[in-house]
């Protein structure tokens, strides 16, 4: 049973840092590019940053200098440090994994981060 489950999202005052956690179950984790989507109340569903397979990163222009995603395949863990939030970071935030052999998609359940003073 595949499952992905994030962890560390929050309440935070602007300015402030978060870190997110997904680990991931069920996968041979190595093979997947893995990616944190968003989404804010009322909008779709964007890309925030990824990490390929050979840990080649990309990222949102909104967040980009501002959050750093990592991956560690010993542990099958991905992470998203948000660093200089900002209230528009408020979403909440999903643990993207994407089998490159055939894109076959998993995701996580979601967890809350709230930027507000």
């Known amino acids: 049973q595949v499952q992905l489950v994030e962890s560390g999202g929050g309440l935070v005052q602007p300015g402030g840092s978060l870190r997110l956690s997904c680990a991931a179950s069920?996968?041979?984790?190595?093979?997947?590019?893995m990616g944190w989507y968003r989404q804010a109340p009322g909008k779709q569903r964007e890309l925030v940053a990824g990490?390929?397979?050979?840990?080649?990163?990309n990222y949102a222009d909104s967040v980009k200098g501002r959050f750093t995603i990592s991956r560690d395949n010993a542990k099958n863990m991905v992470y998203l440090q948000m660093n200089s939030l900002k209230p528009e970071d408020t979403a909440v935030y999903y643990c993207?994994?994407?089998?490159?052999?055939?894109?076959?998609?998993?995701w996580g359940q979601g967890t809350q981060v709230t930027v507000s003073s």
């Open positions: 990490v390929s397979t050979t840990s080649i990163t």
């Open positions: 993207n994994g994407v089998r490159v052999t055939d894109l076959r998609t998993y």
């Open positions: 069920g996968i041979i984790f190595s093979g997947y590019t």
